[in-house]
């Protein structure tokens, strides 16, 4: 089982930025990627971005295209740069260890405990 801790959420106004960082320790070998997603009460929880343990391929939802970036250190912390930020970008954000790179959250098989982002206007 992978362990996974999040920081760095907090409150921000229209426009501002933030950076999520995850520590993870007791990877498997079945996680293959790691990925950050968002949930909103009432809402499914859904995949935001992922990227491939070593830091390759990041991929990402439409609605953070060109905002977020997702990256790696040492295989070991995974980063969201979250830039341009929206009042819909508020959500409870997660870190998610998979065993495929998907913004599907069947393919996860560890998560964070969440921290949370609040942008307003």
């Known amino acids: 089982q992978v362990q996974l801790v999040e920081s760095g959420g907090g409150s921000v106004q229209v426009g501002g930025a933030l950076r999520l960082s995850c520590a993870a320790s007791?990877?498997?070998?079945?996680?293959?990627?790691m990925g950050w997603f968002r949930q909103t009460p009432g809402k499914e929880r859904e995949g935001v971005a992922a990227?491939?343990?070593?830091?390759?391929?990041p991929m990402y939802a439409d609605s953070v295209k060109g905002r977020f970036t997702i990256s790696q250190d040492n295989a070991k912390n995974t980063y969201l740069q979250m830039n341009s930020l929206k009042p819909e970008d508020t959500a409870m954000y997660f870190c998610a260890a998979e065993n495929y790179c998907s913004l599907n959250r069947l393919q996860v098989n560890s998560w964070g405990q969440g921290t949370q982002v609040t942008v307003s206007s």
């Open positions: 007791g990877y498997t070998y079945s996680t293959r990627c």
């Open positions: 990227i491939v343990v070593g830091g390759r391929s």
